[in-house]
Structures are given as structure tokens and as C-alpha cells.
């Protein structure tokens, strides 16, 4: 028998993937796919702001995220149920994604295209880089004895400097209510979509990971729908070129295809890995804006999203490591 050492149990509690054996027996081939599939979510996630600004710039914005993720969500159902023979989920799991798509869906995607229309796709791309934080403070309220340490205060800090420092270059529209307002709006969305992430992870059940996503999607979608009747202007509703390419953009790459590579790459890499496309969205967000749109791009805001990011990453360290010493402590008793 092979004695590990306590120094060696820590490191593969904290980090569970290094140790897994599945990881040590992937092939080349599979290894390349999976890195292959976060690509296309590091790529494709970053994209969808552009396109939804696109969408919402000539769409009333809530009908355009609900039709979005209704048809997406049926297309994903469809597959799951009359394809691949999936069981339809119980009572339970179906009242669990709906909460989720209500979350993450209705408030999170809704909201963020409702406030596109007033703020610029990168700059809505960067506070939504905030939402790992998000999830890690809605975190530390839920569970009263899990409290902040050092490294998590001051990723919490470093964070807000870059996303001040952001508006510091926009001072003239901050004085404008609905630049503000979208901003507003788009806080909630991240607050919607972590409370719904962290939901999930609360209620996690046995069922199908695509078929969660497909469910969440058409109730977020349709959760929409009186949304969409109370604040949207049904005048402004036009299926242009534009509408109708950004529409299909996001319903196939947006919501279908990245969802499924997601999931691809979740399973086959280490999620410390995988979560490295919360990094890389804003500045393919940034730069597609700049190009396409003629979206402002000053060495200020190059150093804004700088600040940012290493302040989701500094946080997002500060929690692996009170993990480690939590092991350490537990390990040594």
C-alpha cells in the first residue's frame, strides 16, 4: 500500500481533477477537444454581447431575450427528449429549473439586453465579469459561519477600483438616468444570475445537465413573455436583417451550441480550468465592440479590464485558498 502524506491529502482535497483518475487516463485527442470546446465558449460567450446589442438596438429587448430563449430551449428539449430518448424530469426538478430559469434567464439575460440598448456591449460585458464575485458574496451572507478572508476583501476592492475606474471614463453619461439606470439594471442581472447558480448548486439533482439548460431557457424564455407585454413598445417591432442574424447567432451559438461545449468542457477538464472563460468574454466583448460597433477603446479602459478581472481572480483565489487551510486544519486534527 502506498502512504500518501498529509501534505499530499490536502493538495487533492483542494484541487479534486489533479487527482482524478479519469483526468490521468484522457487521451491526446479528448484532452484537444475539450480545450477545444472552452474555446468556442470563450469565444462564443464573449460574442453574444455584441449580438445582443445588435438585436435590441431595432427589437423591442425583452420579446427579443424571451424568443431567444424559448426557441433555444425547445430546439435543446427536442434533442434531449425525441433524440437522444431522455426521461422527462419529475415534479421537483421541474420546479427547481424553472426557479432557475426565472434567475438566470428572465433576470439575468432579460435585464442585461433591456440595458443594452443604453450601454455600450463592452462595457455591460465587464460587470458581468463581476459575477463570480457575486456568487462568492451572495455566498458568505447564505452561510453565516463562512466568513471573507483577506485575500477575498481585497479582490473585492480591486474589482470595484477597475469597475469606478470604468465609469470614470464615461463621467459625461453618468449624468444621464437611463445610462445609469442600465447600469442599475445590469447589477440586478448579475445579482439574478448568481442567485440562480447558486440555487442550482443548493438543489442540485440527478437529472441531465442538457436537459437542465433546456428547461431553464424555455421557463426563463416564457417567464419573459409578460415582461416583455408590461415595459416593451410592440411599434418598435421590426425583423430587419440585423434582428433576424443576431437572433439566429445567439439561439445557435449563444444559447445551444456554447451551452453544450460547456458542458463538454466541464466534464472533461479541471473547473479551475474551465472558468477561465469568465476572463476572456470581456475582452473579446471589448474588441468586437470597438470594431463593429466603433465602441470607445481607450488605454484606460484596456486598464480598467485589467483591474477587473485581477480582482475576480484574486477573489476567486482568496476562496481556494480558505478551502486549503480548512483541509490543512482538518487534516492536522
Known sequence: MVKINKTETVLCTYNREICDKNWNK???????????????????????????????MEFPPFLFSALRQIIAGIILLTAMFWVV???VPSKAVLINQAVAGFFMITVG???????????????????????????????LIVAKDEKPNFPIIMGLGVGL???????????????ASAYMIGILAIVIANLGWAGGSI?????????DPFVNAGLQMT???????????????????????????SLLYLIVFGSVAAYACYSYAIKKLPVTIVTLYAYINPIVAILLGWL???EMLTLRIVIAIGITLAGVYIVNKGYQLRSLWRSALSTNS
Open 292 to 294: 463593429i460597433l466603433d
Open 26 to 56: 484522457m487521451s491526446i485527442g479528448s484532452i484537444w477537444k475539450a480545450y477545444l470546446a472552452l474555446a468556442v465558449v470563450c469565444i462564443a460567450w464573449g460574442t453574444t454581447y455584441l449580438a445582443l446589442r445588435i438585436g435590441v
Open 161 to 175: 477600483s477597475g469597475i469606478i475606474l470604468i465609469f470614470g471614463q464615461n463621467l459625461s453619461e453618468i449624468t
Open 219 to 245: 421557463f426563463g424564455g416564457l417567464l419573459l413573455l409578460p415582461v416583455s407585454l408590461g415595459f416593451d413598445n410592440y411599434e418598435a417591432i421590426h425583423f430587419s436583417s440585423n434582428v433576424v442574424w
Open 109 to 139: 439575460n432579460g435585464l442585461v439586453g433591456w440595458a443594452e440598448m443604453f450601454v455600450p456591449s463592452g462595457i455591460a460585458a465587464i460587470i458581468c465579469s463581476m459575477v463570480p464575485i457575486w456568487v462568492i458574496v451572495i455566498n
Open 199 to 207: 440555487w442550482m448548486k443548493k438543489k442540485n439533482q440527478q437529472s
Open 85 to 87: 430518448k431522455k426521461e
